[in-house]
């Protein structure tokens, strides 16, 4: 099982950006599907983004609602995934989850690997 621990949530004002951070270890990250998810106050948890292993290039998807505020982006040396998000708006309020898995089909649905969470709230 892989260790995931975030970290970079906070309080932003709308407008605003926040990177959230996130480690993995105890795995063999390069062959490691990384995402987020998000879990909106009263809602289910919900895919937010999410990247390629390494040795499959890399390639990242995007919810409808982040495609350009959001960048997810992986440091294969770090063993770490980044999400930027850029642009914040109250909706965004939620606590973030670090996810992995070896399947990136599986990642998008049903995560092997959950960090605790991070929180971001956006409010003026």
């Known amino acids: 099982q892989v260790q995931l621990v975030e970290s970079g949530g906070g309080l932003v004002q709308p407008g605003g950006s926040l990177r959230l951070s996130c480690t993995a270890s105890g795995g063999v990250f390069n062959n490691y599907a990384m995402g987020w998810y998000r879990q909106l106050p009263g809602k289910q948890r919900e895919l937010v983004a999410r990247?390629?292993?390494?040795?499959?290039?890399?390639?990242?998807d995007y919810v409808d609602s982040t495609k350009g505020r959001f960048r997810i982006s992986r440091d294969n040396v770090k063993n770490m995934v980044y999400l930027q998000m850029n642009n914040l708006q109250p909706e965004d309020t939620a606590v973030y989850f670090c996810?992995?898995?070896?399947?990136?089909?599986?990642?998008?649905?049903?995560?092997?690997?959950w960090g605790r969470g991070t929180q971001v709230t956006v409010s003026s």
């Open positions: 990247i390629t292993s390494a040795i499959t290039g890399s390639r990242t």
């Open positions: 996810t992995g898995d070896y399947s990136f089909a599986t990642l998008g649905v049903n995560p092997a690997d």
